[in-house]
C-alpha cells in the first residue's frame, strides 16, 4: 500500500496556478513533518517545501514567495499551492514525510515515506 498519494497535477500555461494535495493512506503522519520534492529527467529530486507537524514552513528559493504549502493533520493531508508557474516548475512532484528538518540548505531530506509522484507540466 502507497502510503501517501498525490493529486492535483495537469498541464497549465506559464502564470497559472495549481493546487497539490498529498493525502495519507493507511497510517497517520501528524507528528512527522510533510512535504514536497520534485524532479526533472536527468536531475537529482529537487527539495520544494515542508512544514513541520507544529506548522512551520520552509521553501526552496525558487519557489518562495511563489508557493504556498499547509497540512491539515485531522485530515492527514498536505497541500501546495503553486501560484505564478513558470515553465521551470515542470516536474514530478513527489510527497513524503517524516525525516527531520535543519538548519541547512535544503533544510529537509525527505522522510521513510514517499507517494508515487504526479506530473506538473506549464507550458511557456
Known amino acids: 500500500q502507497v502510503p501517501l498519494v498525490e493529486s492535483g497535477g495537469g498541464l497549465v500555461q506559464s502564470g497559472d496556478s495549481l493546487r497539490l494535495s498529498c493525502a495519507a493512506s493507511?497510517?497517520?503522519?501528524?507528528?512527522?513533518?510533510m512535504g514536497w520534492f520534485r524532479q526533472t529527467p536527468g536531475k537529482e529530486r529537487e527539495f520544494v517545501a515542508v512544514?513541520?507537524?507544529?506548522?512551520?514552513?520552509y521553501y526552496a528559493d525558487s519557489v518562495q514567495g511563489r508557493f504556498s504549502i499547509s497540512r491539515d493533520n485531522d485530515k492527514g493531508t498536505v497541500v501546495l499551492q503553486m501560484n505564478n508557474l513558470k515553465p521551470e516548475d515542470t516536474a514530478i512532484y513527489f510527497c513524503?514525510?517524516?525525516?527531520?528538518?535543519?538548519?541547512?540548505?535544503?533544510?529537509?531530506?525527505?522522510?521513510?515515506?514517499w507517494g508515487l509522484g504526479i506530473q506538473v507540466t506549464v507550458s511557456a
Open positions: 513524503a514525510a517524516g525525516g527531520m528538518i535543519g538548519t541547512g540548505m535544503p533544510p529537509w531530506r525527505g522522510g521513510d515515506y
Open positions: 512544514m513541520s507537524w507544529v506548522g512551520n514552513a
Open positions: 493507511g497510517r497517520t503522519f501528524s507528528r512527522s513533518n
